[in-house]
């Protein structure tokens, strides 16, 4: 039995009790009234009420929602961006809208776009009042990803396919990697990204994910630029809860730099193995003939003429030259590899005069006739010293494998924003299979005439390859080469 003083408290506690259980069904009432799916939430994010039509469009029990706070039940929320931003809410003026989705009692996902706005309760009590605008259609868990920006952070190349395997999406590093906007390729066939020769396979490999099997293969795209990218895809179906196929999700690793990697190491090792043959071959030769006059001074010196004693120290000199320009000529290829060089308008006429003054012995030895039939030179971009070491390597092959006494004969001559700079020999002329050999390491192509060491034409090659240049020959067996390379013309402007 009660006393008398505690019935006061008694009768408000149940006054209190009736209170609420008004307010929450005068809350109930209000939002029922409301068209639209509405959830009411208090000040700490919970979820105190909720109508119908926003039960039956989150497609979840009141039990579930009410008590909850309205992140969790938005659980696919990114970075719990809604729980962030929650607080603002309760005393910001102005409604915020938000696309957010949500996982239904099916286990599908729901997304819809949604408005936060602050209320007040007739006690005056905060609360903030979401209403669900719109559901998106046919929404699943792409959606959501997308439409969230999350793969787009991927630092990862990354493709999305539809159920007819063309381009649904992809991220920004695929856009950097192939240098087009994603925009370009939505609804392009995912096959077509890749070169035409291995179209049918990929096409093969896609039919593989509509059984549910993934894959990883390799894939060549052309980028704008016209290069070619390499690539390695890792891609997997995507299907639902019944196995039915909705598209593909692909990542893509860029395979480029490793495969030019290798390509160079290839084409290290085939220099490294013609580096070996012509250090023991070409250097072979010389070091005999040095060894041999060697000894036979040593013996001989005192039986041998003044004038037999010199030319043999004659011949050991240019030998020891001889094997001196090999060895320079190795290193200036070792040297270029490595070399990065700026272009600058090239003097051409100071380099051809270098050249024939370093060839003079070689032209007064040969007897050679050098005819220069350009006056005028005009400038190209280039590297000097590099352009030089060109016009020295052609003159002085020109003068080795020409005839008796050989004539050669030097020029220019300007096609459009190029100059062709040529050489023409009167020598006895090359073989189509001769000229596919020229410019490669260490090819020799007139070994009974004069003892080439095959690293000449292989510098002027990829000196070219340095400077942006191209490098021609044309021969008629009997008539003689020419050997010309290309520059980039000098605008008229930077040479006046």
């Not at 909850?68 to 607080?87: G, R």
């Not at 160079?264 to 085939?270: P, W």
Request: glycine share 6%; charged share 20%; hydrophobic share 40%.
């Amino acid at each position: 039995m009660r006393t008398i003083s505690e019935l006061p408290v008694s009768i408000n506690h149940h006054a209190e009790s009736q209170d609420r259980v008004f307010e929450e069904h005068s809350q109930s009432y209000l939002l029922e009234a409301i068209e639209a799916p509405v959830l009411s939430i208090d000040v700490s994010g919970r979820i105190t009420s909720v109508n119908q039509r926003a039960l039956e469009m989150l497609n979840q029990t009141k039990a579930y929602l009410l008590g909850n706070p309205v992140w969790q039940v938005f659980e696919s929320d990114p970075a719990h961006m809604l729980q962030a931003a929650f607080e603002p809410f309760v005393s910001d003026a102005f409604p915020v809208q938000m696309q957010l989705s949500w996982q239904c009692q099916d286990g599908s996902y729901c997304m819809g776009d949604t408005s936060f706005r602050a209320f007040a309760h007739p006690d005056g009590t905060p609360a903030v009042l979401c209403t669900i605008t719109q559901l998106m259609e046919s929404p699943n868990i792409l959606d959501i990803v997308i439409a969230y920006g999350v793969l787009d952070n991927i630092p990862q190349p990354m493709l999305m396919g539809d159920e007819n395997d063309c381009i649904r999406y992809g991220n920004r590093a695929y856009s950097e990697l192939i240098g087009r906007p994603i925009e370009s390729l939505i609804g392009v066939p995912i096959m077509n990204l890749v070169v035409d020769e291995e179209r049918e396979a990929v096409r093969s490999r896609i039919a593989q994910r509509h059984t549910g099997q993934g894959d990883i293969y390799e894939a060549t795209v052309i980028h704008t630029d016209g290069t070619l990218r390499y690539l390695i895809v890792s891609a997997s179906p995507i299907t639902d809860h019944m196995g039915n196929y909705h598209g593909s999700l692909s990542f893509v690793t860029d395979l480029t730099y490793q495969k030019q990697a290798e390509h160079d190491l290839r084409q290290t090792n085939s220099e490294l193995d013609a580096f070996s043959h012509t250090v023991a071959h070409d250097l072979k030769s010389p070091l005999s003939v040095l060894l041999g006059f060697a000894d036979l001074l040593e013996n001989e010196i005192a039986n041998l003429e003044q004038e037999d004693t010199v030319e043999y120290l004659r011949t050991m000199g240019q030998t020891t030259q001889k094997m001196i320009s090999i060895v320079d000529e190795l290193l200036l290829l070792s040297q270029m590899r490595k070399a990065d060089v700026t272009l600058i308008p090239v003097d051409i006429e100071f380099a051809v005069n270098e050249s024939l003054m370093g060839l003079a012995y070689l032209r007064s030895q040969h007897n050679a006739e050098i005819v220069v039939t350009t006056q005028d030179w005009p400038s190209a971009m280039g590297y000097p010293a590099w352009i030089e070491a060109v016009w020295t390597n052609y003159i002085s092959n020109a003068i080795k494998y020409g005839s008796e006494p050989p004539r050669v004969e030097i020029g220019a001559t300007v096609e459009g924003d190029w100059v062709r700079y040529w050489v023409r020999d009167n020598g006895e002329g090359l073989t189509q299979d001769q000229i596919d050999k020229l410019f490669k390491p260490f090819e020799r192509l007139h070994t009974e005439r004069a003892k080439g060491h095959g690293v000449g034409l292989t510098i002027v090659h990829r000196i070219m390859e340095k400077l942006g240049g191209k490098v021609h020959v044309e021969s008629v067996l009997g008539q003689g080469s020419e050997f010309s390379f290309l520059l980039r013309r000098v605008p008229e402007a930077d040479e006046a």
